[in-house]
């Protein structure tokens, strides 16, 4: 069946480094590929998403590109800050059609950013 | 309300007992779902409605798990004969048709 294979964490950065969080899937048909994060005691939130090949989703200084040659979606950003610490979790949605929300996880990389 | 609010946030129960979690929608949001997550994975599918019928309950573990949505709002997952295995985080979302999913911060359930 479908499936999100995402790095392992923690991840530990000092503040402004790079970040890259690994996320490779698995699925037929043409899935559509989301990051959700997780801030302390808060709700799971949207971060970004693609729908098709060769899209790049953005926000908040994340990025991260739908490559449908390395079935991958690797989360990206150029400077991490303290405000960035958060549980970090790739996910997609089946291609084949039924519920637009019916999410498929990986198992989350948790981010630690230190001043 | 402003969000997605599950109620209970915390419950412990005995092996055994029956449990309800309760789920309020953002108001108007037609769809609504519920995930589980145990503890170092990624949140889990159990079942998807769409105003009041289930339209997809693929991802309930066993004929203990049920929920209903009753009015097409708020939402009831049902639990009986409770195991130490069904200790998680409990996650509702809601939405409107195909538009981003919001998620409430979940009711941890801790069976003894």
């Known amino acids: 069946g479908d499936s999100v294979t995402q790095m392992e964490g923690p991840v530990t950065l000092s503040e402004e480094a790079f970040l890259t969080i690994n996320c490779t899937y698995t699925a037929t048909g043409y899935p559509s590929l989301f990051w959700y994060v997780q801030y302390p005691g808060e709700g799971l939130q949207l971060l970004l998403k693609a729908t098709k090949a060769d899209d790049k989703g953005s926000n908040k200084g994340f990025e991260a590109t739908y490559r449908k040659e390395t079935t991958s979606f690797h989360l990206e950003k150029g400077s991490v800050q303290v405000s960035d610490s958060a549980v970090y979790f790739c996910?997609?949605?089946?291609?084949?059609?039924?519920?637009?929300?019916?999410?498929?996880f990986g198992t989350g990389t948790l981010l630690a950013v230190q001043p | 309300g402003a969000g997605v609010s599950q109620t209970p946030s915390n419950k412990v129960t005995e092996k055994g007992k029956y449990v309800e979690l309760r789920c309020d929608p953002i108001s108007g949001h037609t769809a609504l779902y519920w995930y589980r997550q145990s503890l170092g994975q990624g949140p889990e599918f159990l079942i998807y409605f769409q105003g009041t019928g289930a339209a997809d309950d693929s991802g309930l573990p066993n004929d203990r798990f049920f929920a209903v949505r009753p009015e097409g709002s708020v939402s009831t997952l049902k639990i009986q004969r409770t195991e130490r295995g069904d200790s998680a985080v409990y996650l509702c979302?809601?939405?409107?048709?195909?538009?981003?999913?919001?998620f409430g911060q979940g009711t941890r359930l801790t069976v003894v």
């Open positions: 979302a809601s939405s409107f048709i195909d538009t981003e999913a919001f």
């Open positions: 996910a997609l949605t089946p291609g084949y059609g039924g519920a637009t929300n019916k999410l498929i």
